[in-house]
C-alpha cells in the first residue's frame, strides 16, 4: 500500500510541472464555469454547459491522462527503475489510477458548483463511475503502447469518439443510435436526468457492459505486455 | 556473494551467452569486460532477475534470483545504462520517491547528492542537467539505500574524464563500506583501476577471468624493456642479466628518456585472446 501512496505523491508532484497533463485535468472544470456563468441563451436547457463538458471531461482527461503517463514512463525508462525497486505492477497501475481519478474528482467537484446542492450527490456519483471506465479505457492504450507518439495516435480516435459523440448526438439522430452504446451518452443520459429515481435500466447496462469491456481489455493487454 | 552456474540465453536464433559461470565473493568489486554486443548487459539482466536465462542457475544474497523477496531486493542496487530519471522533477524530488519506496530518512537525501556533487544542483530539473550529472543523480539513486550489492552497467560510458574520475572514487567508497559491486565496462583502465577481479566475455562466453595483474602477467610472453634514449631512438632488451648492465651503462650516460617494461595490459590480453580491440568497438558503436 505504502508504494500506491509513493506513485500518488510523485504524480502530484509531476503535475503541476507537466503542463500537456495539467491543462487536461483543468481545462472542461475551468470552461464549465466560464460558460455557465458567462452565457445565457434562451431556452437553453438548465446547466446546459456544466452537463456537456463534463461528459468531455470524463471521456477526455482520464483517458488522455493515463495513456500518456504510462507511455511517457515506459519511454523514458523509469517505469522499468520502479520495477526495479520493486514496485509492483498493480501498485504502479492502482497509484496511477487512484491518483487520475482523485484528480479528476477534483475537477468534477469545481463543474457540480453550477448545481443545486441536492443534485450534487448523483453527479459526483456518476462522475466517478465514469471516471473509472475511462481511466481502465485510457491504461489500455498506455500498457498496449510503447512510447508516447503510439499512444498519442491510439487515444486520439477513441477520446475523440467518447467525449464528442454525445454532443453530436445532440444535433443528428443517426449518430444519435450509434452514440448510444458508449458509456459517455449514456451518462449523458443520467446527467440529464440528474435523478436516481429517473434512471432507466438500459443506461445502466450499456454503462456495465462498457466498464466490463474496459476491464477485460485492460487485463488481456496487462497479460499480453506487461508493464515493461 | 553471486554464484552463476551454466547461463545460456538466445535471442531467436542467436546465441547470446553460453555456459557462463561466476563466483563473486562479497566486499569485492568485479569487473565484466567486454566489446558492445558482448553478451554484458544481457548477463546483468539474468543475475539481476529481469531477464531469464534459458539455462543455468543463478544465486544472490544465497538465494535462487527467482526466489529473492521484495525485502532482498531492497538490498539490491542496480543502475543500468538506460535507466531514465524524472526529466521535471528536481535531483531532490527524484531521490524522494525512491527515499519513499526503500523507507530511508530525506536526510540522506542531501547527504547523498553532496557525496556525489550535486549539492548546489538538488532543486534543479532534472532535464536541465548534463550527462555527467545525470549518471551520478542515477548512481545517488542506488547509493542512497545503501545496498549490499551494486550493480553497474557501464557507469561511466560516454563521460568525461573529470566525471569518470569521481564516479570511480564514489564506487571505491562503496567496496570500504563492504559492498560487493559488479560492474560492466570496456574501459580498460577503468577495469584496472577499481577491479579485483575481471572476467573478459566475447561472444557470449568468458575467455578469461583474474585478477587484472595476474591477468597481464600471465599473457606476458614478449618480458621485454622498452627504452626510449634521449637521442630519439628507441631500444627493446630481454628481461634477463645481461641486459642489467647495459640499463645501468645509459642511466650513467643519462642516455634514457623513458623505460618501461613490456607487460601486457587488459586490452593486448583481450586482442591477443580474440583478435578484437575492446574499446575500438565501443568506439564504432559511437561514431
Known amino acids: ?228 | 556473494m553471486i554464484t552463476a552456474k551454466n547461463i545460456c540465453k538466445s535471442f531467436a536464433d542467436r546465441e547470446v551467452l553460453s555456459g557462463i559461470d561466476l563466483d563473486i565473493r562479497p566486499g569485492t568489486i568485479f569487473g565484466l569486460l567486454g566489446p558492445s554486443g558482448a553478451g554484458k548487459t544481457t548477463l546483468i539482466k539474468i543475475i539481476t532477475g529481469q531477464l531469464v536465462s534459458d539455462d543455468g542457475e543463478v544465486n544472490v544474497l544465497g538465494k535462487n534470483v527467482k526466489d529473492l523477496t521484495g525485502a532482498d531486493k531492497k538490498q539490491i542496487g542496480i543502475m543500468m545504462d538506460d535507466h531514465g530519471i524524472y526529466e521535471r522533477m528536481s535531483c531532490s524530488d527524484n531521490l524522494k520517491i525512491f527515499a519513499d519506496i526503500y523507507g530511508v530518512p530525506y536526510s540522506e537525501i542531501d547527504k547523498t547528492l553532496k557525496a556525489v556533487g550535486l549539492a548546489e544542483a538538488a532543486k534543479r530539473p532534472a532535464m536541465k542537467l548534463s550527462k555527467g550529472m545525470r549518471a551520478r543523480l542515477r548512481l545517488a539513486r542506488v547509493l542512497m539505500i545503501f545496498p549490499k550489492i551494486l550493480f553497474l552497467d557501464e557507469p561511466t560510458s560516454g563521460l568525461d574524464p573529470t566525471t569518470m574520475k569521481y564516479i570511480h572514487k564514489l564506487i571505491i567508497e562503496q567496496k570500504e563500506r563492504g559492498c560487493t559491486v559488479f560492474l560492466t565496462t570496456h574501459n580498460m583502465e577503468e577495469a584496472s583501476v577499481l577491479c579485483g577481479e575481471v572476467a573478459l566475455l566475447n561472444e557470449g562466453r568468458i575467455i578469461e577471468h583474474g585478477a587484472p595483474d595476474e591477468i597481464c602477467r600471465r599473457y606476458n610472453h614478449q618480458k621485454k624493456i622498452n627504452i626510449h634514449l634521449t637521442s630519439g631512438e628507441d631500444l627493446g632488451l630481454e628481461q634477463e642479466s645481461d641486459s642489467a648492465a647495459v640499463i645501468s651503462r645509459l642511466l650513467e650516460q643519462g642516455k634514457i628518456e623513458t623505460i618501461h617494461s613490456s607487460e601486457p595490459t587488459l586490452e593486448s590480453v583481450f586482442l591477443e585472446l580474440t583478435g578484437r580491440k575492446l574499446e575500438a568497438d565501443e568506439e564504432a558503436k559511437y561514431a
Open chain 1, 1 to 228: 500500500m505504502r508504494n500506491i501512496g509513493v506513485i500518488i505523491k510523485k504524480q502530484l508532484k509531476d503535475t503541476f510541472k507537466n503542463k500537456t497533463v495539467l491543462i487536461q485535468f483543468v481545462m472542461f472544470p475551468v470552461l464549465a464555469l466560464i460558460f455557465e456563468n458567462a452565457i445565457h441563451i434562451p431556452d437553453m436547457p438548465e446547466l446546459f454547459f456544466t452537463k456537456l463538458f463534463s461528459v468531455m471531461y470524463m471521456g477526455m482527461a482520464p483517458l488522455t491522462s493515463v495513456a500518456a503517463i504510462i507511455s511517457e514512463e515506459k519511454e523514458k525508462n523509469t517505469l522499468r527503475v520502479l520495477m526495479m525497486a520493486n514496485v509492483k505492477p498493480w501498485e504502479y497501475l492502482a497509484g496511477i489510477g487512484a491518483y487520475v481519478w482523485m484528480i479528476c474528482m477534483a475537477g468534477a467537484g469545481v463543474m457540480s458548483t453550477s448545481l443545486p446542492a441536492k443534485d450534487i450527490p448523483f453527479f459526483l456519483g456518476v462522475m466517478a463511475a465514469g471516471f473509472i471506465i475511462s481511466i481502465a479505457a485510457g491504461a489500455c492504450i498506455g500498457i498496449f503502447s510503447p512510447n508516447q507518439m503510439v499512444s498519442t495516435s491510439l487515444v486520439m480516435p477513441v477520446m475523440l469518439i467518447f467525449s464528442f459523440a454525445p454532443m453530436l448526438a445532440m444535433f443528428n439522430d443517426k449518430i444519435e443510435k450509434v452514440a448510444r452504446f458508449f458509456y459517455t451518452q449514456q451518462i449523458r443520459v443520467l446527467l440529464n436526468n440528474m435523478t436516481f429515481d429517473g434512471i432507466k435500466p438500459e443506461s445502466l447496462v450499456i454503462i456495465a457492459v462498457n466498464a466490463m469491456l474496459a476491464l477485460v481489455l485492460f487485463f488481456a493487454a496487462f497479460k499480453k505486455k506487461g508493464l515493461e
